[in-house]
């Protein structure tokens, strides 16, 4: 009987051992799924636009460009203008404070460094808590290069503001007529996808560019060496005055800073964006071995907007190179290559030879016997040079040459006699109203007579 007990005992005893051990074991299991993290909303987002696809990299043998957390962006060689690396570039995007560097083009072109700047109310009332800004105060008088320096290192919105306002201003005009020129300046240099409201790139819905548009600004700012001589600064001072307190600050584009981790050595120039809405911009410029670019990022996601540029500059410099036009093209058309404004060569991406590019020759009616070469491949413009035609070419194409010529004097004497017609017609009209407004006049003379009788 005890034997039976103790046995049932030993039993009961094992079978809680077991089921505590095993299901415990089973029980776990779930739990361990349960520890797994969920993707957030923000690095789904980031996810994706990693996986966007990248226009360049589905051109046949075109070297293959990084990936990015970037949802747009661009490299373009300043010489040619050429585009090396293309994802979604003509995409509308919010621009934030990269918006400034167009403003600092337009302002260069507009006026002098030693111009006044003036802070007045409307310069600093819009400025809300957070936005960007140095503390200038209504009435504050600097210099067209201080406030310049405060627009494109401190991003100061109060500062790029006060520029396109005084700046209109010393032009016989207002802030509206700096806007439109900064819209003007945009379409003139190709940008087809921007409209900028403001000067400092404060989020407005009617605030977009894209990273083609803002790649040619760049492109057009290394005409303006005094630029560069701006956003290389890395401390500045306001120096206090009658009309000013001092103010002092700091670049704020990494890839520019020496002891900074992000610091890129052949970065040139550049500046930083970032709203709520447009997430991280950049524009960066850089020069390594005679060759020059810009590259631009734009609503890039999480904090990839420094290691985004690089690889993509990187890549530009890495895959690409500048070949000469003389002494590669062997067209029995050209004589020569003219050294000139055309640039002279092309960026020849890797595993691509000169000769797979496709060339179209277009020849100078006002100096004969030239043509401006330009070079593409799959429908990508690498480059362009001006060439001397060859005497065979010449006598090949004398007729359509001359008959274009022709054709072109004939248009310009048409043009000619249409202004002569519309002359002759414009004064018959007024000599038409002068004897119509006589006839008149004496009408009325005969009816006062008459009264008067």
């Not at 996810?47 to 070297?63: D, G, I, L, R």
């Not at 460009?65 to 995409?91: C, F, H, Q, R």
């Not at 401390?235 to 600050?249: G, Q, R």
Request: proline content about 2%.
């Amino acid at each position: 009987m005890k034997r039976s007990r103790w046995n049932l005992i030993i039993l009961l005893s094992l079978a809680i051992a077991f089921t505590s051990v095993f299901g415990t074991a089973y029980a776990a299991e779930p739990e361990e799924e349960n520890t797994v993290e969920e993707e957030t909303p923000e690095q789904k987002a980031e996810q994706e636009a990693y996986e966007m696809p990248v226009q360049t990299n589905e051109v046949k043998k075109w070297p293959k460009g990084p990936s990015t957390y970037g949802e747009a962006g661009i490299v373009m060689d300043v010489g040619t203008g050429a585009i090396l690396y293309a994802k979604n570039i003509d995409e509308h995007e919010y621009p934030a404070s990269i918006t400034k560097v167009l403003t600092a083009l337009v302002a260069l072109e507009n006026g002098q460094l030693t111009d006044e700047v003036t802070f007045t109310h409307d310069s600093v009332a819009f400025l809300q808590p957070g936005d960007s800004s140095i503390g200038m105060k209504e009435g504050d008088v600097v210099s067209l290069d201080e406030a310049l320096h405060a627009t494109l290192l401190a991003s100061a919105n109060e500062a790029a503001y006060a520029v396109g306002e005084s700046v209109g201003r010393n032009a016989g005009h207002d802030y509206s007529w700096f806007l439109e020129q900064m819209n003007a300046r945009c379409k003139e240099l190709g940008g087809e996808n921007s409209n900028f409201a403001n000067t400092n790139g404060l989020h407005d819905e009617n605030h977009y560019t894209c990273a083609r548009d803002m790649a040619l600004i760049g492109r057009e700012l290394f005409k303006h060496p005094e630029f560069f001589d701006i956003v290389q600064t890395l401390n500045y001072t306001i120096p206090a005055t009658d009309t000013c307190e001092e103010h002092i600050f700091q670049q704020k584009h990494k890839m520019l800073m020496p002891d900074n981790s992000n610091y890129y050595e052949y970065a040139a120039g550049g500046k930083t964006g970032y709203t709520s809405d447009a997430l991280s911009t950049l524009i960066t410029m850089a020069e390594k071995d005679g060759i020059q670019l810009v590259c631009v990022v734009l609503r890039t996601h999480g904090s990839n907007i420094y290691s985004d540029t690089k690889n993509l500059l990187d890549y530009g410099f890495n895959s690409f190179k500048k070949v000469e036009v003389a002494g590669a093209e062997k067209s029995k058309d050209v004589e020569e290559i003219i050294e000139g404004d055309e640039g002279g060569y092309v960026m020849l991406p890797d595993g691509i030879e000169f000769k797979d590019l496709d060339m179209k020759l277009k020849a100078d009616e006002s100096a004969r016997g030239e043509a401006v070469l330009t070079y593409s491949y799959k429908g990508y413009a690498l480059g362009s040079a001006r060439a001397k035609l060859s005497k065979s070419y010449i006598k090949e194409h004398s007729a359509k040459i001359k008959a274009a010529g022709t054709k072109d004097n004939r248009e310009k004497s048409s043009k000619k006699k249409s202004v002569f017609a519309a002359a002759v017609i414009a004064a018959g009209i007024l000599i038409l109203v002068f004897y119509i407004s006589r006839i008149i006049k004496k009408q009325r003379r005969r009816r006062r007579r008459r009264r008067r009788r």
